[in-house]
Each structure stands twice: as C-alpha cells, then as structure tokens.
C-alpha cells in the first residue's frame, strides 16, 4: 500500500467516502471544538506533543506483566507530567489547566493506552485542593501539588462503604493537647479502597473521614493526609497501605489500599474551607448548605459527561472507518461484496453512536456553563441553585455514561472478530468507559437522587409554587391526560417531557396510595423506587433532546447549508431513534396513533440513507489523531490488515518459534511421557 516514494497511501473505499462526502469536514471540527480557534491551539498543542518517539512501544502494553505495565505508564507519566510542567503552561500558565484541560485529556490518551496512575492527582486530588482548601491552605499546597512535589489521590471509598458516605468508618478524633487529629480505620470495612494512584504511586491522600471533637461526631469531612516518605517513598508508620489486584479495566491505575493506626497529622491538614477545628477543638460549619464537602464529586460528574462522549467519538471513528473499510458477503448472487457499512442495520448500529457523541458532547458544554454558573453563585454565598444542578448533574452523569458504555460495546459488536482484538483498542475503551457507570456515584444511586428532586418539585408544581427552569416543564404538563402529539423535531422533545411528567405523576400516586395503605413514606418510597428510576431516566432523556436539538440549531445558524443539513440529519434521527426506542412510554402518555409510529420508523429509515455518504466524513469531522486513537481498525489511513498482522507480530509468543511449553509439556503429552 506504499506509492513508489515510500508514502503510505489511504485504503481506496475510505478515499472514495471522503472524496464522496457532502461537506468540509473541517467546518464541524471547528463547531465541535468550540470554534476555529480553539481547533487552532489543540491541533498546535497535539503537534508538539504527540510527536515524542518515547511514544511508541515495542511490545503492545496488553502484553506486558501488571508489574511492566505499571512501571510503562509511570514513566510515560511522568514523561507526560514533565511535559505539561515545561511546555504546555506556555500555552496561559494555570489557564491550561481550565480551557485547555479537555486538550490534555485528549493528549493523554496518547501516552496511555489504559490510564495513567497520576489521573487522580490532576484529576481529583488538585481540584479538592481548590474546591475544600481556604487561600492559605491553597498557598501551601497548590504549588507543591502542581509542581508533581507532592502527588496525591482522592480516597473516600472504604471495603464496607462507597455509596453511602455517611456510613464511612474512618475516624479522625481532635486532640487539642497536640493540635492534631488522629486518623484510625476500627475495622477491615474501614479500610479505604479503590483510590486510584493509591497502590504504589502517591506520597499524599485526602481521606475523606468522620471527624470527632469534644467528644462530639460531626459527620464527614476532607484532610490532607502524607502516606509515604518523601525521599524514600516507604509508607510512614502506622501507613497500611497496598494495592486491590486487577480489575476488569484500569488495570494501570494502582487503584489501592489504606489503613490508619492511630495515625496523627496536624490541626491544619483539614482542609477548611467547609468547616474548621479551632485550636481549642471547637467545630465552626462554615457550610450553609450542609453538602459543599461533596463538591469534587460534583465536579467530577460534570467532567465524566465530556470523557464518555469524546470516548464514544473514539469508538464511533474506529467503527464508523473499519465498516467502510470491511467487505462482508453479498446483497444480491453475484455481485461484489458490498462495504459492511452499506448495510442498514450496521448504519442503525452506528449513526446513533455518532448522533450520541454529538448530544452528550453539546449537553457537556452546556452542563459546564450551568456548572460554572452555580460556582460564581457559590462565591458570593448563593447556594439556591445547588439542589437543581445537584438533580441535573446526577442524572446526566449516570445517563451519558449508561448510554456510552452499551454504544461503545456496540461498536465492537459492528466491527466483528476483529473488534475483540486489544489492538482494536475498543476492549479498551469499553472497560475504561463502563467503569463510569459505577464510580463517582452508582448510576441507580444518582437517579434516585435526581428522582427525589423530581418529586419535590411535582409537589411545588402543585402547590402553585413557582419551578426552576429545568422542572419548569411540570407546570405545563401538571394536568393529567395525553400530550399532543407532533411529529418535528420540537413536537419529539415536548412529548418527551410529557412522557417524564407523566411518569413523575405516577410515581407520586404509587407513593401516596402506598402510604394510603399505612406504609412509612420511606416504604412507600422504596416500593416505588423502579419506576422512580424510569422517571428520572426519562426527564434526563428529555433534557438531552432538548438541549442537543437547541444547541445544534444554535451552533449551526452561519454554518454552511450542507453542514446545516447533515446537522440537522443528526439530532432528528436521535429524536426518532429514542422516540422508537420509548414507544411504549409515548402510547401511554402521549397521543401518538399507530399511523405515527409507522412514519417516525419510515423517517428513521430514510435518515440512515441520508447519512450514510457523510459517515465516513463525521467521524473524521472528530479530528481524533492516530496516536490517541490507537487502533490498528480505525486508523485514519484504512490500512486495517496491515496494522492487525504488524501488531500480531509485536507478540512476545512471535518472539521465538517454539515456546519452551513445547518441550515441558505437549511433547511428553504426545509421547506418553507425562
Ligand atoms: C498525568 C496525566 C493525567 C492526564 C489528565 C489530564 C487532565 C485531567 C483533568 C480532568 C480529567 C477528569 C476525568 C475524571 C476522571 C476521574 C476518575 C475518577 C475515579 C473515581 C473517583 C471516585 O469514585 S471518588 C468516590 C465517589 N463516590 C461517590 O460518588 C459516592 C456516591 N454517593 C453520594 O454522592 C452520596 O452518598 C449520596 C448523594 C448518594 C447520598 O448522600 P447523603 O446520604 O449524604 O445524602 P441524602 O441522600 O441523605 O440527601 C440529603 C440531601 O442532600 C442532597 N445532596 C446530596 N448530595 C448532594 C450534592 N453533591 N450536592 C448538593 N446536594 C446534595 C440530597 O439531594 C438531599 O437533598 P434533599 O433536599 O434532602 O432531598
Ligand atoms: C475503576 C474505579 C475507580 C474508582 N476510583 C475511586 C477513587 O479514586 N476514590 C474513591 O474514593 N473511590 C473510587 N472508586 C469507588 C467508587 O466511587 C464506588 O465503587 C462507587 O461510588 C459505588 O459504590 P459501591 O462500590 O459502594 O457500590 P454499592 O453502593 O455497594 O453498590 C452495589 C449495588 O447496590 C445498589 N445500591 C446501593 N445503594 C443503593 C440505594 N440507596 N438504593 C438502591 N440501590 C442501591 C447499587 O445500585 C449497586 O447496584 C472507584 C471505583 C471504580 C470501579
């Protein structure tokens, strides 16, 4: 596949799709990136990073020990890491860490194929410094923190407790003879567990812990806490501290272990912001909201809704290009073998993968300028808005990262065998990917939590209260009976929030005729707490349409016609796509007929054929480099039998042609010998 001066040349079905495609690619990558020139500096960002030969492995790092592959991604960490010190804070300083930080995410998929055991030091250990410190604590730690000085990780999860953070059993008693609080773990079911970078990397930890003063229990809060020796790296005494053993994916992270024996640190190492411990030992609550201490988990939800969406892109672009690539059997006797991707239930397999990349990606950002809102609120000691986005980021959170983890797993269903390849790299990101569904809050625990949000806020649409805007809807919908039913896009998104209303509506009768019967409301609830799921699944669904089908049309008001169109194209099949998926729901609370099922699936249908000439062209339009990509199927050359044998013969089984097991053990299998 080389011309004759040595360059590789792109596979002619994936030449052919893009000299077929309807639009400048390069227009949807400037609206995805958030305009021309932000594509300008993350393409100037990734040309210097990404051009580093350490970059490259010899041997694939899924066939590496757990013990190599550790050490691979701390030295490609703290390669990374150097990186960013030196060369990227020329990019605005502190300011890469805030505009820039999706850029760094991205980058960093290059140097990990798995992730890297500092993530939790950037990713969450950094951030609780900013969100729970005061300015003097921040002063102390920041620059040691972003300096890599000290490294750290969040751990708040214990053997007995993730969930239920009020259950956690670490303890941390004020000793006011000393001024320092001693850190314990009674039990095992104490015992933090899961902090990624904990196993073997980290020198500090916040641990999240039940404070005690004055004899006094006041529930959980944050301290710094320094696990090992700075020089020697050893855990301190009374440090117990060790790494969980492998798991389905982040097999690179050291996700560890820690237990605390009788373990002091200063008064000071609390971290403040939130609340304080005098001197003395009396507790001063800071907090009038009583949950700023769950902050970073807030912002690590907001985070997690980018992440699965630039993960399903990647996903999407590895199917998307090896199905136009890939010829499999034959539509009629005789005729050639027709590109996979002229399948339409392959097209149906895929296009909603993009068309999700796009909402979730859309729904992000405008999650994070609600988000960003809320915090200037929060600094001038406005906390009203923080139960709204408290709902709306729990079950966007559990949502966006549900729906990516089954679309992810099904492009690996559309690529075939060879999607089950490592070097695919969608085994991967689906174990990357599902994990999201789990931390940060499990996906039922969180709309359960948006779903008692719900239900106040249909108990306020009753009282005639006045509803924030993303509930507003309940007022319109408050009377019982079916919604209109219109088949545009705008009628789609309106009949989905019928649909959630309609479901919350149920939810409050099965509850009231449950405590009717003589049942606690907390019974009643847990009786209901099936379909008060389904309620906030179908209210965030709502929102996602709503806010995906605005966006686009917003973002696409100066775009080119054709770029309009294959825009538009996108967010109606996703409207028809979810429409089709929730008929049930839409005959039970909208007025839709049988005649109108019938034509959003025909519509459906004819959307999948209009998309699929731009396919090839969308996933391009992500802009997603070889090297963060990773994959011998989706690469942006095609060259997908080459890369798959080129990266069998990586093999260490290759290495030799006969592996001693030979010898040990099948021959004298074979001679009767054993
Ligand atoms: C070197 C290279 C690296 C390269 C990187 C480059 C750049 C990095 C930058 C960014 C990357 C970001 C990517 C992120 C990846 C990070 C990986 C993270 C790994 C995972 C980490 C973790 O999992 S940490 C642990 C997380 N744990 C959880 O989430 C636990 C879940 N549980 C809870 O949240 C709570 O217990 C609960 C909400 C379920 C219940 O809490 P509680 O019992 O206290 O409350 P109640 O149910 O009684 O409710 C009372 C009342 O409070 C309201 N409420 C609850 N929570 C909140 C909140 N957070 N905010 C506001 N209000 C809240 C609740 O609604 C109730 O209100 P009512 O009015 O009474 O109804
Ligand atoms: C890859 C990975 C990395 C992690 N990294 C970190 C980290 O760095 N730091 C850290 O502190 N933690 C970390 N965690 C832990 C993570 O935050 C927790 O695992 C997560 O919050 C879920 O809690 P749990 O494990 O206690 O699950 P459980 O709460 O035990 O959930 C088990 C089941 O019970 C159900 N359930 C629980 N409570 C309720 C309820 N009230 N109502 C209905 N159903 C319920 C859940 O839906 C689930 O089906 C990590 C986890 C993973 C998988």
Redesign the pocket.
Known sequence: MSDNKGVRRVNEDLARERANCSFDVREITFLLDGGENNTITRKKIEDFTLTDELLSDKVPDECLSPKEKYENAVRK?CL??KL?KDKLLEFGGLET?GPN?FV??RI?DA??KEI?P???????FVPTILGQCTAEQQSEWLPRALSMQVIGT?A??ELGH?????GLETTATYDPETEEFVLHSPTLSSFKW?A?GLGKTVNHCIVVAQLHTKGQCHGTHPFIVQIRDLETHQPLPGIKVGEIGPKLGFNTADNGFLGFDKYRIPRMNMMMKNAQILKDGTYVKLDR???MT??T??F?RV??VN?VAFNLAKAATIAVRYSAVRRQSEKKPGEPEPQILDYVTQQHKLFICIATAHALQLTSDWLWRTFSGVVTDIKHGKTDS??E???LSSCLKAISTSDAALLIEQCRHSCGGHGYMMSSNLPLIYSFVTATRT????YT??LL?TA??LI?AWEQAEAGKPLTPTVSYLTKYFKDGRVPWDSTSEGIVNAAYGVAAGKISACVKSIRNRVKTGLSYEDAWDLTTVQLVAAAEAHCRAVICDVYRSEAVRLTEKSSPNVRAVMRQLTTLYLHYWALERIGDLLRYSAVSEEDVVALQQKYEELLALIRPDAVGLVDAFDIRDEILNSTLGAYDGRVYERLMEEALKSPLNAEPVNRSFHMYLKPLMQGKL
Do not use: C, N
Not at 118 to 124: A, E, F, I, S, V
Not at 439 to 442: F, K, T, V
């Open positions: 960490s990374f890491g960013v860490f930080s760094l995410r960093a140097f990990f890297s500092l993530l939790l030091h950037l990713g969450m969040y708040q999860t993730g969930t239920f953070i009020r899961w990624g909201h009583g949950k769950y902050g988990m807030v690590i985070m997690v992440e923080l139960p986005f408290h709902a931390y940060e809050g499990d625990v969180l939590q008692r949000f106040k």
